[in-house]
């Protein structure tokens, strides 16, 4: 297992997929979380209350919740574009027939390319966290604030949330890779479902009331009920759009972790069963 590990490791070093999603994360949560927030509060009229409550959550003291608050709603769809490319690419390059012949079985060999991305997510989550960081402070200094910065148990927590968070969306889109056999169906499918259908569900499920358990296992509620409970404050109280209240923390977690297990067995069970040429 762990050969299989250093081969998928290596694979995915030499293709540029990782490097591009990290990148793109990373300035999305550089621009959306701390850059446009501080535009807005810098044009709002000085005597606006919401204006003081705005420069609170870009400030280093805050890091640790607004750096996470971008994880269910985009993160999640950018975690999820990683893990079907992750196994979605072998069938569209035609690479599993000969990578299969020459090392681990099939089972083995797709649960080293879920521990890799999984790796992967997680160094992405943990190079973001640090640009968080930097924003904050940038911004703490323009406006003269001290740095007041959150404990390292917050930090940890935030960079740990963000990690699980990352690889159950990852592990959901490298399913969807080897179920649909490719990347764009894959795509279309997951991020069809993850953004709209997803969200048109917990919508309802605020009008129908019988629909209200259907929330608590929705990926895009346990991810946003886990940074909810974080210290993120949630939509409903002017927050990040997909930050809920839905699950308990540990409720959230397990949540996440099933996911992780299901899609994992799935993708394990279908190539393991299914020829592949």
Do not use: H
Request: proline share 4%; with cysteine; glycine share 12%.
């Amino acid at each position: 297992m762990i050969n299989a590990v250093a081969a998928e490791g290596l694979l995915l070093r030499k293709r540029m997929a990782p490097v591009v999603i990290g990148i793109a994360w990373i300035l999305m949560v550089v621009g959306f979380a701390f850059v446009v927030p501080y535009i807005i509060y810098s044009v709002l009229d000085p005597s606006d209350t919401s204006r003081g409550e705005l420069l609170d959550i870009l400030l280093p003291n805050a890091v640790a919740a607004t750096s996470l608050s971008s994880y269910p709603l985009f993160g999640g769809a950018i975690m999820l574009i990683l893990g079907v490319l992750v196994t979605g690419s072998e069938y569209r390059w035609g690479t599993w027939t000969a990578r299969l012949s020459q090392g681990p079985g099939r089972v083995q060999v797709l649960l080293a390319k879920v521990a890799v991305g999984a790796i992967a997510t997680t160094v992405i989550a943990a190079a973001a966290a640090v640009a968080a960081v930097i924003s904050s402070a940038v911004i703490g200094a323009v406006e003269g604030r001290s740095a007041d910065w959150p404990s390292i148990g917050a930090m940890a927590g935030s960079l740990g949330s963000a990690a699980l968070i990352s690889a159950a969306w990852m592990s959901v889109g490298a399913a969807l890779g080897v179920i649909f056999r490719g990347t764009t169906v894959a795509l279309a499918a997951g991020l069809l479902w993850t953004l709209a259908l997803e969200n048109a569900l917990s919508g309802l499920a605020g009008i129908l009331p019988g629909l209200e358990p259907v929330r608590y296992v929705l990926l895009s509620s346990a991810s946003g009920s886990l940074v909810g409970g974080m210290g993120a404050p949630t939509q409903g109280n002017g927050g990040t759009p997909g930050v809920v209240d839905y699950l308990s923390t540990p409720a959230a977690c397990f949540v996440l972790v099933a996911y992780i297990v299901l899609s994992t067995t799935v993708a394990a069970i279908l190539i393991r069963r299914r020829d592949i040429s």
